[in-house]
């Protein structure tokens, strides 16, 4: 055999070696989350500092509420990261979630143009001022996509005395989207919208939108985590999805939510060792 048919076939060799090689994959889990927590930047800031810890990626599925927690009903997800108690502690009761633990907090805003059609300046009452704005027909935008936000807003009408299924008219406008694009139609229509603060911090689109009304305590937002339970979906990555829970409740992931600011503002604040919460 001549030096060069046995190079010729030791080339063939490692060629046939390295494309039977399979690369190390890298560990993922799959995350449906509230789209306040993609819009608002939170992910972008705390997952690669998870993966940097723990060389998980994290594969996020922004969605409302409603909509997260059904991708997690379907198995199509590891974990589910929301904002719903009710919803929350019903997912967990039906047995798709094993546990669900509390992770952060903020609260909602209710958001209108400059010119406050609805005369809601210095309004401190949030139940009061949606009453003014269905009282004078003044423009509302309405998620209107099963969200912890739309479900929030939904019960807030209930808390104001406004049956929002008989009074809701061309003045009331559901989009069926998430955060940023209720914020954007109602920046367009002049209109009013109950936004969570995270998102509404780093909006940058605002031009004629203001806070109208800030600070009722009825406005509070609690945020949850819950691993899928694998009884329900055996391709459930419980050993990562767990270690992603654990760490977001954990001292090193709720520094890392803590510390996530715009223009020095927090967004979210960590409670993941309240009672209750």
Do not use: C
Request: glycine share 12%; net charge positive; charged share 25%.
């Amino acid at each position: 055999m001549t030096k060069i048919v046995r190079r010729a076939l030791l080339a063939a060799g490692l060629t046939l070696a390295m494309a039977g090689a399979t690369p190390a994959q890298t560990p993922f889990i799959t995350v449906s989350s509230t789209t306040s927590t993609q819009d608002s930047g939170l992910f972008g800031h705390i997952l690669p500092l998870f993966r940097a810890k723990t060389g998980i990626e994290v594969r996020v599925v922004a969605q409302g509420t409603g909509q997260a927690l059904d991708t997690g009903r379907r198995g199509d997800a590891d974990v589910v990261f929301v904002h719903a108690r009710a919803q929350e502690t019903k997912f967990v009761e039906d047995g798709f979630g094993v546990e669900r633990r509390p992770v952060m907090y903020n609260d909602f805003v209710l958001i209108g143009p400059k010119a406050d059609p609805a005369g809601l300046k210095g309004q401190k009452d949030v139940a009061a001022a949606l009453k003014a704005i269905a009282e004078k027909g003044a423009p509302f935008v309405s998620r209107g996509d099963r969200s912890g936000t739309h479900a929030a807003e939904l019960a807030l009408w209930k808390t104001a005395g406004v049956d929002i299924e008989k009074a809701k008219g061309p003045w009331y406008r559901e989009i069926g989207q998430g955060m940023g694009a209720a914020l954007n139609t109602a920046g367009a229509m002049g209109a009013y919208v109950l936004a969570d603060r995270g998102t509404w911090i780093s909006f940058k689109n605002r031009g004629e939108l203001d806070i109208a009304v800030e600070g009722d305590r009825r406005l509070f937002n609690q945020y949850g985590v819950i691993l899928v339970d694998a009884r329900k979906h055996a391709h459930v990555k419980t050993k990562e999805g767990q270690a992603f829970i654990d760490w977001l409740t954990g001292p090193d992931g709720q520094k890392a939510i803590a510390d996530y600011r715009i223009e020095g503002q927090q967004l979210f604040f960590p409670n993941a060792t309240q009672p209750g919460a």
